[in-house]
C-alpha cells in the first residue's frame, strides 16, 4: 500500500516527539556539536590524536574535513583540500597504514552516471589547527561498469584500498590495484559478494575483521587474506540515517555514526573483544539480541529508533516509487 508523504510526515514527527536524546559519553559515545556537520557521511579514528574522529559532510559540501574531539564533541581542526578541484559526492574516509587520510568521492546517486569517480589521499596534519592540506587525487573505474557506492576501506597492514558499492539488493566488495596511480585509471574489480544495502565499512586494527553497516543494521567478516568469510551479523543501533562506521584506535568498539544536525556517534563492542561478551557477532536474523540488550539501548530509545527505522523504510519505498514512475 502506498502512503503519502503527508502521513510519512506525520509518523516522522510522532517518533521525534517519542524518542528520547542519548546523552554524551565523551569516548564511549559522542554528538557533533558542529552546525557545518549536517550530514557526517564517513567515520575514522585518528592514528596521530587519540580521542579524535575525522569526519565529512555528504555530497558536494565541499573540500573540508573536520577533526572532532569524542570528549566534547567539538571540532577543533577544519581541513581544506587543495589539488583536488570540487568534489561531487563525498562518502568516506579511512586512514592508511602509512598514516594518510583517504578519501572517497564515490557516491552516484543516479546509479551510474558518473564514469568515473575519485579517492583523495594526503597525510594525517601532526597539529590539530585550521589548516590547508594539499591532497594527491585518484581516479577511479569499476570493471563492470560505473555504480553508486558509500564504503571506502584501507588495509591496515596491506594499504590497498577497498570499495564496498551501495545495493539495495545487495552489492560487492570491489578491491583496487595493489598500488594506486596518479597518473593513470584505477580498475576497481569485484572480489566477494556483500549481502547488504551498505553505507559504510572499516577495517579493524589488526587487518583480521572487516565490518560493513547498513541503515538497519551490519555484517561481520572474517578477512581471511581477502577470501571474506560471514562471522554473523552486528549489533547496529538503530538510527536516523546510519551512515557510517569505524573501529576505536584500539579497536575495542565500533563507533556508528549518522547524518542530521547533532547526529550521534554511538559506540558497541567489536566482534571478539573483552566487552563484546561474545567471541563472534549474533548469528541470529536480527542486529538486535533476544532479549533486547544486545544493542546496549534502553528500551524506549529502541523503540523510538524501531519507529524511525519503519519510517525510514517507508521513505525510501516512496523514492524508489517516484524513480520509477
Known amino acids: 500500500m502506498r502512503r503519502s508523504p503527508s502521513f510519512l510526515a506525520g509518523a516522522l514527527l510522532v517518533v521525534a516527539l517519542a524518542a528520547p ?8 559515545g559522542f554528538t557533533i556539536k558542529d552546525p ?17 574522529y575525522w569526519t565529512h559532510n555528504d555530497s558536494d ?5 573536520y577533526a572532532v574531539d569524542s570528549s566534547t564533541g567539538k571540532t577543533v581542526a577544519t581541513i581544506t583540500m587543495t589539488g583536488v578541484g570540487a568534489p561531487r559526492d563525498v562518502e568516506a574516509i579511512s586512514i592508511g597504514p602509512d598514516g594518510d587520510l583517504y578519501v572517497g568521492d564515490i557516491g552516484d546517486n543516479l546509479g551510474g552516471k558518473w564514469s568515473y569517480v575519485w579517492i583523495y589521499k594526503l597525510p594525517e596534519p601532526k597539529v590539530l589547527k585550521d589548516q590547508t592540506i594539499h591532497a594527491t587525487q585518484y581516479v ?3 570493471a563492470d ?3 553508486n557506492a558509500e564504503a571506502l576501506m584501507v588495509h591496515p597492514k596491506t594499504g590497498r584500498v577497498y570499495i564496498a558499492d551501495k545495493d539495495e539488493d545487495g552489492g560487492h566488495l570491489y578491491e583496487g590495484p595493489a598500488q594506486l596511480s596518479s597518473t593513470g585509471t584505477n580498475v576497481f574489480k569485484p572480489v566477494a559478494a ?20 547498513g541503515y538497519f543494521g551490519g555484517i561481520a567478516y572474517d578477512w581471511n587474506g581477502g577470501k571474506i568469510k560471514r562471522q554473523g551479523r552486528l549489533n547496529v543501533p538503530l538510527q536516523g540515517q546510519g551512515e557510517s562506521i569505524t573501529y576505536s584506535a584500539d579497536g575495542s568498539k565500533l563507533m556508528y555514526g549518522s547524518e542530521g544536525a547533532d547526529s550521534d556517534v554511538q559506540p558497541e563492542s567489536a566482534p571478539g573483544s573483552s566487552g563484546s561478551g561474545s567471541e563472534s557477532p549474533s548469528k541470529g536474523g536480527s542486529s538486535a539480541s533476544a532479549d533486547g540488550s ?3 539501548l534502553g528500551g524506549s530509545v529502541k523503540f523510538g529508533a524501531l519507529a524511525v527505522a519503519v519510517v525510514l523504510g517507508g521513505v525510501f519505498g516512496l523514492r524508489r516509487l517516484l524513480r520509477r514512475n
Open 145 to 147: 561498469g560505473p555504480r
Open 21 to 28: 536524546a542519548v546523552a554524551d559519553s565523551g569516548d564511549e
Open 140 to 142: 577511479v573505474k569499476y
Open 36 to 52: 557545518r556537520i549536517t550530514e557526517s557521511s564517513g567515520l575514522a579514528a585518528s592514528h596521530a590524536h587519540p580521542g579524535i
Open 61 to 65: 559540501d565541499g573540500a573540508y574535513l
Open 194 to 213: 556483500i549481502d547488504l544495502w551498505v553505507t559504510d565499512g572499516a577495517f579493524s586494527p589488526d587487518g583480521k575483521q572487516l565490518a560493513v553497516r
Open 294 to 296: 544486545g544493542d546496549g
